[in-house]
C-alpha cells in the first residue's frame, strides 16, 4: 500500500493558517506557494506532499482520492454536499460569515414583508436557498463566482449572499449587512478509504490539528 500522504490546500488564506498546524505535527513546506507555481509542493517529510488547487476544488480531489485529505471552508463543504467526505475536525481558521447584504437605501425588511419576489446574486446557491426557503421568501438565485458585491450596484440583483470578515469590501461599495445567515470557518475533510486504509500515517497529523487547532477556538 502506498503510504505517501497528499494534502490539498488552496493559495492564500488557508494555506497560511494551515502552515503552523502541519507546523505541530512537524511537518513544513519547503517552497513557497506565494513565489513557486508549482503545483505539487514538497515538504520536509518525504511520505507527504501538498498540491494546490482552487479553494472549491479542495472537496472534489479528496472525494476522489486524488488527494487524501485537504483543508476547505465550511461554505464550500456545503455547496459540495460533502460526499465521500469525513469531517471529523474544525480548525477554526479562516474565519467569517455568510450574510445577506444590499445596497444602503434599499428597504430589504419591507421587501421582504411585502413578499416581494427578491433578486439574490451568490456564489452560494445552496446555502441561499435554504436560507430563504426557511422564511418563506420568494428568491430568484443568480449564479455568480465571484466580486458579488457589485451585482447590487449596477441593478443585477436586489441583494447579495457573500462572505464577510472585517466588512470593509462591503462598505467600500456601499453595501449593508442585513442578515447573518451562518459563522464559518475552515475544517479538515479526509477521503473516507484514506481514513482506513492510511490509518496509521495519518492519525497522528489528525491529532496534531486536533490539539493545535483547540488552542485557536
Ligand atoms: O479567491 P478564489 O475565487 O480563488 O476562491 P475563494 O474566494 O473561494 O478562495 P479564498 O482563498 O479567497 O477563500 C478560501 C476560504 O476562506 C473561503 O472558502 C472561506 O471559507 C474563507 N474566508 C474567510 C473567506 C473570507 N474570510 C473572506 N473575507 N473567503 C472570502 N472572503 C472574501 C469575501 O467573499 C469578500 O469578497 O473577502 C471579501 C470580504 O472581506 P472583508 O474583510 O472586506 O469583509
Ligand atoms: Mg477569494
Known amino acids: 500500500m ?5 494534502l490539498a490546500l488552496s493559495k ?24 513557486s507555481r508549482k503545483l505539487i509542493l ?5 511520505n507527504v506532499r501538498v498540491i494546490i488547487v482552487r479553494a472549491s476544488d479542495v472537496p472534489t480531489y479528496v472525494q476522489y482520492g486524488a488527494a487524501d485529505f485537504g483543508v476547505a471552508g465550511k461554505d464550500v463543504l456545503l455547496e459540495h454536499g460533502g460526499e465521500g467526505l469525513y469531517q471529523p475536525i474544525d480548525l477554526n481558521i479562516a474565519k467569517c460569515r455568510m450574510s445577506v447584504a444590499v445596497q444602503a437605501g434599499f ?13 439574490v446574486a451568490t456564489k452560494y446557491v445552496q446555502c441561499a436557498r435554504e436560507h430563504f426557503a426557511a422564511k418563506g421568501v420568494h428568491v430568484d438565485l443568480i449564479k455568480l463566482y465571484g466580486s458579488m458585491e457589485l451585482a447590487p450596484l449596477v441593478g443585477l440583483s436586489d441583494a447579495i449572499v457573500d462572505l464577510v470578515s472585517t466588512g470593509s469590501t462591503l462598505r467600500a461599495n456601499n453595501l449593508i449587512e ?3 445567515i451562518m459563522e464559518i470557518s475552515s475544517r479538515l475533510v479526509v477521503n473516507q478509504a484514506a ?5 496509521e500515517r495519518l492519525q497522528p497529523i489528525l491529532a496534531a490539528f486536533e490539539q493545535a487547532s483547540k488552542r485557536k477556538a
Open 107 to 119: 428597504d430589504y425588511a419591507s421587501a421582504v414583508r411585502h413578499g416581494a419576489r427578491l433578486r
Open 42 to 46: 514538497p515538504t520536509n517529510d518525504p
Open 178 to 180: 442585513v442578515e447573518h
Open 12 to 35: 492564500g488564506r488557508i494555506f497560511e493558517e494551515t502552515m503552523p498546524l502541519l507546523q505541530a505535527a512537524g511537518i513544513t513546506v519547503t517552497e513557497d506557494s506565494e513565489t
Open 195 to 199: 481514513l482506513k486504509l492510511k490509518r
Open 2 to 6: 502506498d503510504q505517501q500522504l497528499t
